[in-house]
Nanobody, 120 residues
Framework: QLQASGGGLVQSGGSLRLSCVAS????????MGWYRQAPGKQRELVAI???????NYADSVKGRFTISRDNAKNTVYLQMNSLKPTDTASYYC????????????????WGQGTQVTVSS
Protein backbone atom coordinates (compact mmCIF):
# COMPACT_ATOMS: atom_id res chain seq x y z
CA GLN A 1 0.00 0.00 0.00
CA LEU A 2 0.95 3.63 -0.45
CA GLN A 3 0.90 6.36 2.18
CA ALA A 4 1.12 9.94 0.96
CA SER A 5 1.89 13.02 3.04
CA GLY A 6 3.08 16.60 2.78
CA GLY A 7 0.09 18.48 1.47
CA GLY A 8 -1.11 21.74 2.93
CA LEU A 9 -2.01 25.36 2.40
CA VAL A 10 0.58 27.64 0.84
CA GLN A 11 0.63 31.07 -0.76
CA SER A 12 1.19 31.55 -4.45
CA GLY A 13 4.89 31.30 -5.20
CA GLY A 14 5.53 29.02 -2.25
CA SER A 15 6.81 25.48 -2.08
CA LEU A 16 5.70 22.10 -0.76
CA ARG A 17 7.24 18.66 -0.77
CA LEU A 18 5.04 15.58 -1.06
CA SER A 19 6.19 12.13 0.01
CA CYS A 20 4.73 8.70 -0.65
CA VAL A 21 5.97 5.53 1.02
CA ALA A 22 5.22 2.06 -0.29
CA SER A 23 4.97 -0.84 2.11
CA UNK A 24 3.94 -4.48 2.15
CA UNK A 25 4.81 -7.39 -0.12
CA UNK A 26 7.42 -5.64 -2.29
CA UNK A 27 10.05 -7.27 -4.46
CA UNK A 28 10.64 -4.24 -6.64
CA UNK A 29 8.91 -1.07 -7.76
CA UNK A 30 8.77 -0.10 -11.42
CA UNK A 31 7.33 3.33 -12.14
CA MET A 32 6.20 5.71 -9.42
CA GLY A 33 4.20 8.82 -10.07
CA TRP A 34 2.02 11.65 -8.90
CA TYR A 35 -1.41 12.53 -10.25
CA ARG A 36 -3.78 15.27 -9.21
CA GLN A 37 -7.48 15.92 -9.37
CA ALA A 38 -9.14 19.29 -8.93
CA PRO A 39 -12.86 19.58 -8.15
CA GLY A 40 -14.95 18.93 -11.23
CA LYS A 41 -11.94 17.83 -13.28
CA GLN A 42 -10.46 14.52 -14.33
CA ARG A 43 -7.42 13.09 -12.64
CA GLU A 44 -4.28 14.05 -14.55
CA LEU A 45 -0.68 12.95 -14.55
CA VAL A 46 1.69 15.39 -12.89
CA ALA A 47 5.00 13.51 -12.99
CA ILE A 48 6.27 9.97 -13.31
CA UNK A 49 9.65 8.39 -12.67
CA UNK A 50 10.81 4.98 -13.80
CA UNK A 51 13.24 2.65 -12.08
CA UNK A 52 16.05 3.77 -14.48
CA UNK A 53 15.34 6.54 -13.31
CA UNK A 54 13.82 8.62 -16.07
CA UNK A 55 11.31 11.33 -15.27
CA ASN A 56 8.52 12.89 -17.28
CA TYR A 57 6.36 15.85 -16.39
CA ALA A 58 3.12 17.45 -17.43
CA ASP A 59 3.78 20.60 -19.43
CA SER A 60 2.01 22.66 -16.79
CA VAL A 61 4.57 21.79 -14.10
CA LYS A 62 7.82 21.54 -16.07
CA GLY A 63 10.54 23.68 -14.54
CA ARG A 64 8.62 24.04 -11.27
CA PHE A 65 8.15 20.47 -9.97
CA THR A 66 10.77 17.78 -9.48
CA ILE A 67 10.02 14.11 -8.92
CA SER A 68 12.57 11.85 -7.29
CA ARG A 69 12.69 8.46 -5.60
CA ASP A 70 14.64 6.69 -2.90
CA ASN A 71 14.59 3.01 -3.74
CA ALA A 72 16.07 2.00 -0.39
CA LYS A 73 13.10 3.62 1.33
CA ASN A 74 10.48 2.68 -1.30
CA THR A 75 9.59 6.35 -1.39
CA VAL A 76 8.75 8.83 -4.12
CA TYR A 77 8.89 12.60 -3.62
CA LEU A 78 7.44 15.57 -5.43
CA GLN A 79 9.16 18.89 -4.81
CA MET A 80 6.78 21.65 -5.87
CA ASN A 81 8.16 25.17 -6.27
CA SER A 82 6.63 28.40 -7.57
CA LEU A 83 3.19 27.08 -6.79
CA LYS A 84 0.19 28.65 -8.47
CA PRO A 85 -3.50 28.68 -7.52
CA THR A 86 -4.08 26.41 -10.54
CA ASP A 87 -1.99 23.74 -8.78
CA THR A 88 -4.72 23.41 -6.13
CA ALA A 89 -5.92 19.80 -6.14
CA SER A 90 -5.82 16.50 -4.33
CA TYR A 91 -2.55 14.80 -5.17
CA TYR A 92 -2.37 11.01 -5.46
CA CYS A 93 0.71 8.83 -5.65
CA UNK A 94 0.83 5.76 -7.83
CA UNK A 95 3.25 2.85 -8.05
CA UNK A 96 3.66 -0.34 -10.04
CA UNK A 97 4.81 -2.90 -7.50
CA UNK A 98 6.11 -6.38 -8.17
CA UNK A 99 5.21 -8.65 -5.27
CA UNK A 100 7.83 -10.63 -3.36
CA UNK A 101 5.58 -13.67 -3.24
CA UNK A 102 5.23 -15.85 -6.35
CA UNK A 103 4.24 -15.42 -9.10
CA UNK A 104 5.64 -11.91 -8.51
CA UNK A 105 2.84 -10.14 -10.28
CA UNK A 106 2.98 -6.41 -10.96
CA UNK A 107 0.07 -4.53 -9.45
CA UNK A 108 -0.72 -0.84 -9.69
CA UNK A 109 -1.45 0.82 -6.37
CA TRP A 110 -2.87 4.21 -5.44
CA GLY A 111 -2.28 6.17 -2.30
CA GLN A 112 -4.88 8.25 -0.55
CA GLY A 113 -5.05 11.83 -1.72
CA THR A 114 -3.20 14.63 -0.01
CA GLN A 115 -4.69 18.09 -0.46
CA VAL A 116 -2.64 20.95 -1.84
CA THR A 117 -4.23 24.39 -1.70
CA VAL A 118 -2.48 27.41 -3.14
CA SER A 119 -3.91 30.81 -2.23
CA SER A 120 -3.50 33.85 -4.42
Amino acid sequence: QLQASGGGLVQSGGSLRLSCVASGDIFSIDSMGWYRQAPGKQRELVAIITSSPNANYADSVKGRFTISRDNAKNTVYLQMNSLKPTDTASYYCNAEIRSRSWPRLITQYWGQGTQVTVSS
